[in-house]
């Protein structure tokens, strides 16, 4: 998506209530740090296209376990931030790692709607879920999940 920020409701609204098995600032930050990359491209007028190998399940691996691990290294200062938020919070390495590979996969599946250069299942260069949804339908429905992003969030605060 052009506009990262509409990543974040969807990416909440699907961590929090599995903040069990998700590590939510993991997750969130792969959302958004995979975007680096139609960044780079633009910010330097590389010869690339905007969703390359970053934007597939297989580059997701790699960027998702790099943030994973990013995380866990800063899991102190993750940590002091989710007791800002009243979230309970346990850092752990191989929950990290997964979170960051799910949080760049989820991001990949919501782009491959609306992006016809993201090839999710590279090497194939077919994209099956090209035009599932529109443009405007795709930007509503991430826009509308912050609603429940809030509710869940309210929800998951510690009493």
Request: glycine share 6%.
């Amino acid at each position: 998506m052009p506009f990262t920020p509409f990543h974040f409701p969807p990416s909440l609204t699907v961590s929090l209530p599995l903040r069990r098995y998700i590590d939510i600032p993991s997750f969130v930050l792969a959302n958004v740090a995979v975007d680096l990359e139609p960044l780079s491209v633009m910010t330097f007028k590389l010869k690339y296209n905007y969703h390359g190998y970053c934007h597939t399940l297989l580059g997701g691996i790699i960027v998702g376990l790099i943030c994973g691990f990013l995380a866990y290294r800063t899991r102190g200062t993750l940590g002091r931030l989710m007791d800002l938020l009243k979230i309970p919070y346990e850092a752990d390495l191989k929950k990290m790692l997964v979170s960051g590979v799910l949080g760049v996969w989820f991001h990949v599946m919501l782009d491959s709607i609306i992006h016809l250069d993201v090839k999710p299942f590279y090497p194939a260069q077919y994209n099956p879920l090209y035009s599932i949804m529109g443009h405007d339908a795709l930007y509503a429905a991430c826009a509308a999940m912050l609603v429940p992003a809030v509710w869940l969030y309210i929800r998951a605060r510690k009493a």
